[in-house]
């Protein structure tokens, strides 16, 4: 390889680094047979949850409307590799608000597992 196309190729790499993101596919759902209105919002948090008397880090988060469509609900989020197999207990937070009502929410723990392909996340009803 000539200097000239090493020193191109060299600068090729610098402008375009690897990426250090993973994807985080997942599904949000619930068992109750309940129809969600058009105008619920549905958000996923992917965060630290193994620090005690800290506010969580936000490693990616996602909120989209249900847009009449019914569970299962579907998600992808990007996330720092490097950050995420650093972290000391990632997992999830995930809400489905109607207007400003919360009406369902995870109750129990949902850890992020990087074996599983699609992370499955069940909400359960407030109130």
Do not use: W
């Not at 599904?27 to 193994?50: D, T, W």
């Not at 988060?61 to 990007?78: I, M, N, R, Y």
């Amino acid at each position: 390889m000539s200097v000239i196309n090493f020193a191109m190729f060299a600068a090729l790499i610098a402008a375009f680094p690897p990426s250090n993101n993973c994807t985080v596919e997942g599904e949000v759902f619930y068992v109750q047979r309940i129809a969600l209105p058009e105008n619920a919002v549905i958000s996923v948090r992917l965060e630290e949850q193994g620090i005690a008397d800290k506010a969580a880090e936000i490693f990616a988060e996602t909120e989209f409307g249900s847009a009449g469509k019914q569970v299962p609900f579907p998600f992808k989020l990007e996330a720092d590799c490097a950050v995420l197999k650093g972290a000391v207990t990632p997992g999830f937070t995930v809400r489905i608000m109607v207007g400003d009502k919360l009406r369902f929410i995870n109750t129990v723990s949902h850890p992020y597992d990087e074996t599983q392909d699609v992370q499955r996340i069940q909400v359960d009803p407030v109130g």
